[in-house]
């Protein structure tokens, strides 16, 4: 679903990413971890398409994102860590705008606006402004509209920050569920407890090198991710 071939990205003399490659595949939750400055957003945004890459190669379901742009970004979903969103916009034009953007039917963002909205108690706010939105709400409102056109790849960037206990169980509830629908999630977190318990496979990236990658439970073992995780940082 996503493939990640020895990609490098630099900014300046400073190599952000250095030869990184990963492959996420359908029904995979995959967990991206490492410190601030690891290198992880910059490998999700290249892999979105926000910025470009001095070498290597990122494929969406068999596609080059550096060759058909438009193609791969209607496979995918994105959720960053802080949404900027149109604060100007009331929550449901905002989801019907994407809505349109995609080309999603009207019987079909109705079910969806409904359905996720409900499970994630955001309903009763959607006539608000965006403007008066908390940043666990906009973080709400950032993870229906990337449900809304059906993506069969959804990167997120640090997605629990800012959502309460709720609504954190809610969106892992439902990754476990689209996944069963293969799906596929990579996403990074700093809370290692989360992904030891949610993901199948994670990935530990250290001054944009790629450290450990595969299944969780063999890179685990009897230990926990976050003594890996601390032991590959010395």
Partial sequence: MLQIKNLTKKFGDKVAVNDLSLNIEKGDIYGFIGHNGAGKTTTIKCSIGLLSFDSGEILIDGISIKEHPIECKKKIAYIPDNPD???????????????????????????RIAKYADMLELTKDLAQHISDYSHGMKQKLAIISAFLHDPKLIIMDEPFVGLDPKATFTLKETMKE??????????????????????????IIKDGKLVISGNTED???????????LKAEE
């Fill in 85 to 111: 969103l149109y604060d100007f916009m009331s929550g449901i034009k905002y989801l019907n705008f994407v809505a349109d953007i995609y080309g999603v039917s009207k019987t079909d963002r109705e079910e």
């Fill in 219 to 229: 890179i685990v073992k009897d230990a926990s991710l976050e003594s890996v995780f």
């Fill in 178 to 203: 689209l996944c069963e629908q293969g799906r596929a999630f990579f996403f990074s977190t700093h809370v290692l407890e989360v992904a030891e318990k949610l993901c199948n496979k994670v990935a």
